[in-house]
Nanobody, 115 residues
Framework: QVRLVESGGGSVQPGGSLKLSCVAS????????VVWYRQAPGKQRELVAR???????NYADSVKGRFAISRDNAKNTAYLQMNNLKPEDTAVYYC?????????WGQGTQVTVSS
């Protein structure tokens, strides 16, 4: 059984930082790309960052220079370091492996940025 578990969310003030983790089990992690998505209330889900099996990364324009995605294949874990957080980053953050339509999703972790 494939399972993705996100953690690390919370409430921070603008300008603060958080580091999200996504631990995968029941799946071959190393060969697969990992994607972080987010969904804010009343908005569509959006891709935040992606990392390939070889470590190539790409980001949404809105988070470039502030967020960094990484992975530790030995731990079956992907990370999302989020710096200089803004109120518009408030959302539930999900990790995904295998594609948005047919892939696997975690339960999500809430990130709230507010003063």
């Amino acid at each position: 059984q494939v399972r993705l578990v996100e953690s690390g969310g919370g409430s921070v003030q603008p300008g603060g930082s958080l580091k999200l983790s996504c631990v995968a089990s029941g799946i071959m992690f190393e060969p697969r790309a990992v994607v972080w998505y987010r969904q804010a209330p009343g908005k569509q889900r959006e891709l935040v960052a992606r990392i390939t099996n070889r470590g190539y990364t790409n980001y949404a324009d809105s988070v470039k220079g502030r967020f960094a995605i990484s992975r530790d294949n030995a731990k079956n874990t992907a990370y999302l370091q989020m710096n200089n957080l803004k109120p518009e980053d408030t959302a539930v953050y999900y990790c995904n492996i295998g594609g948005a339509t047919l892939g696997y999703w975690g339960q999500g972790t809430q990130v709230t940025v507010s003063s």
